[in-house]
């Protein structure tokens, strides 16, 4: 009576456990949550960062600086398949997340952690290599500004905080 008693309890235990690790698993399949907004780090359980300077991901625009209300394509590259992600761009002086996202590619939407639309995010878990995106630049100058992007490779590996090179606000004396 006594082991089908344990049997019985380790089944259990086996099935409330598989349900948690699968509905937490469920709750980040469709983008990353607002607790991430400042910091970009994923809320997985158990998850594993990977220094960002070792990395497989390059952020980049083809644009060296930018004038207020300006339009710049950003494009992510990857030599391996990832799941998720969080794109910001962020001004250098202060890491505020600044400007928004006009067009984003399918498999992405859009996060307001601030503003609406300052954020991109997976919108599901399907396997993702190179993306592009515009982000469109505040009509105020706010100065020069970096993109930043967090990678989700499966639910327990991820880098963050990816950066790309400074893009230079124009105009500036």
């Not at 290599?129 to 970096?146: E, H, M, T």
């Amino acid at each position: 009576m006594e082991d089908g008693g344990r049997a019985h309890t380790a089944i259990v235990g086996w099935a409330c456990t598989t349900l948690c690790l699968v509905s937490y698993a469920a709750a980040f399949s469709q983008g990353a949550s607002l607790s991430a907004c400042t910091d970009m780090m994923p809320r997985h359980l158990r998850v594993q960062l990977h220094s960002s300077n070792n990395n497989y991901i390059t952020v980049h625009t083809n644009m060296s600086f930018y004038f207020p209300g300006d339009k710049v394509p950003v494009t992510v590259r990857s030599t391996r398949d990832y799941m998720g992600f969080m794109l910001q761009a962020r001004k250098v002086s202060n890491n505020e997340i600044a400007g928004t996202f006009i067009f984003l590619p399918p498999g992405s939407k859009l996060l307001t952690c601030f503003e609406d639309g300052d954020t991109v995010t997976h919108s599901d878990k399907s396997l993702k290599r190179n993306l592009s995106f515009v982000w469109k630049a505040p009509d105020q100058p706010i100065g020069d500004i970096k993109f930043f992007i967090s990678i989700v490779q499966s639910y327990f590996v991820y880098w963050a905080k990816i950066e790309s090179a400074v893009v230079a606000q124009g105009g500036q004396n």
